[in-house]
């Protein structure tokens, strides 16, 4: 793999246990791997932690079926995010195997600036109680991009996987008006 590829994995993003603060990291960078391990001394994993975990991993027919349905919610909820997004002419750049994508809102903003980007963030956020992670906290060289993080586990009572992703579209639209699609 090089020094440059990391392979990360963690409990409370993999299975929706947030309380559980334990991963693993796969490395072929050895620098990595020695700063890694000395880190790793300070931050040991509890034994009621370990055995915990070891139980969830051990029953394979559990854990096979929590991956098969939570990629499914995944997808559901990606799609209706995508579907939110594209109503108001943002563009949600393409994304697998995770719960967060990026949105380019660049188009929307009324100073291509991350001053703008915060004004526009802050816009969204009171009226229309849409939080998302602004590019330029998470290092985006572009004003405009979005991190949005589309899980959403619960169905609601009517069983609908893109309940949340509806109501998102649903202020989306009222907040910016909905684009013709071609």
């Not at 380019?104 to 915060?118: N, P, T, W």
Request: proline share 2%.
């Amino acid at each position: 793999m090089g020094d440059y590829v990391h392979i990360v994995a963690g409990f409370s993003k993999d299975f929706g246990v947030s309380g559980y603060r334990t991963g693993t990291l796969f490395s072929h960078n050895e620098d990595l791997l020695v700063c890694m391990s000395r880190l790793g001394y300070f931050k040991t994993v509890s034994t009621q932690t370990q055995f915990t975990l070891t139980k969830i991993l051990e029953d394979e027919q559990w854990t096979n079926q929590f991956i098969e349905r939570n990629q499914q919610k995944l997808e559901n909820c990606y799609e209706g995010m995508k579907d939110a997004f594209e109503s108001i002419g943002a563009k949600v750049l393409p994304c697998q195997g995770t719960m967060m994508a990026w949105v380019d809102m660049s188009s929307l903003l009324k100073e291509q600036s991350f001053k703008g980007e915060q004004a526009f963030w802050d816009d969204l956020c009171n009226d229309s109680k849409i939080i998302l992670t602004t590019g330029n906290s998470c290092f985006s060289t572009k004003p405009g991009m979005f991190r949005v993080c589309f899980s959403y586990p619960d169905v609601g009572e009517d069983g609908d996987p893109q309940a949340a992703m509806k109501e998102l579209k649903k202020r989306l639209i009222s907040k910016f008006g909905q684009v013709k699609q071609h």
